[in-house]
């Protein structure tokens, strides 16, 4: 079982809904989660990094549920703009490297 | 001026010619990273370097090899290319300062081997 498991997608969503996806961890040691964002033929940037109690950065909130090993992603009032391949991540520590899922795939429909 | 580059972006080379790339960062981070990515199998990590001539393999190392003789260069190479190295190379960087350890994404490298 791969260390970081994600559904590879597509999601097609209209404009303006909201849609979550999850990432599953199998080493029940990672500490630290994020979530990349990466356009078409372009490098994955940092979106946000996942604390324990949740975070917020606008229309964007990352939880993560250490019981059932996991971390979501909720994107409000989608934009056309949202559309690109979503990766999570995840390490052990601060001396450990991150491992990636596959990534998601959102595409925003007008 | 970016942060992180990488050289070439593009290249094409025959299978068994050496060939390396390049990633140079001036954010001053300590640790560097090379991945590769294909279409349906995300990122995978290739080697990484947390310091100065440390050197670890990651998922994928067989047929690469890197250098890292200065904190803000990290070099790629194959020595002897096959087919089955085209794909999306990445270079990263990130600090081991701070709360939390992100990374940081040179532009990519398109690799094609025929």
């Known amino acids: 079982r791969k260390e970081v498991e994600q559904d590879p997608g597509p999601f097609n969503v209209p404009e303006g809904a909201t849609v979550a996806f999850n990432c599953t961890y199998s080493?029940?040691?990672?500490?630290?989660f994020f979530w990349y964002r990466q356009d078409c033929r372009k490098e994955p940037k940092l979106l946000m990094s996942?604390?324990?109690s949740g975070n917020e950065d606008g229309r964007f909130t990352a939880q993560l549920n250490r019981a059932s090993q996991y971390i979501s992603l909720l994107i409000r009032d989608s934009k056309l703009s949202d559309s690109a391949t979503y990766l999570c991540?995840?390490?052990?520590?601060?001396?450990?490297?991150?491992?990636f899922g596959k990534g998601t795939r959102l595409h925003i429909l007008p | 001026d970016a942060d992180v580059t990488q050289t070439p972006r593009n290249r094409i080379t025959k299978t068994g010619k050496r060939i390396m790339l390049e990633c140079s960062q001036t954010?001053?981070?300590?640790?560097m990273y090379w991945y590769r990515q294909d279409p349906g199998l995300g990122l995978r990590l290739i080697y990484y370097?947390?310091?100065?001539?440390?050197?670890n393999k990651g998922e994928i190392s067989d047929g690469y090899s890197v250098s890292r003789q200065a904190q803000a260069k990290f070099s790629l190479s194959l020595e002897s290319a096959i087919p089955n190295q085209t794909a999306l190379y990445f270079c990263?960087?990130?600090?081991?300062?701070?709360?939390?350890?992100?990374?940081?994404f040179g532009p990519g490298t398109r690799l094609l081997v025929l």
């Open positions: 991540g995840g390490s052990m520590n601060r001396d450990d490297k991150i491992i």
């Open positions: 080493n029940s040691a990672s500490q630290s």
């Open positions: 954010k001053g981070h300590d640790r």
């Open positions: 990263a960087t990130s600090n081991s300062l701070g709360s939390m350890e992100t990374q940081y």
């Open positions: 996942v604390y324990s």
């Open positions: 370097s947390f310091d100065v001539k440390d050197i």
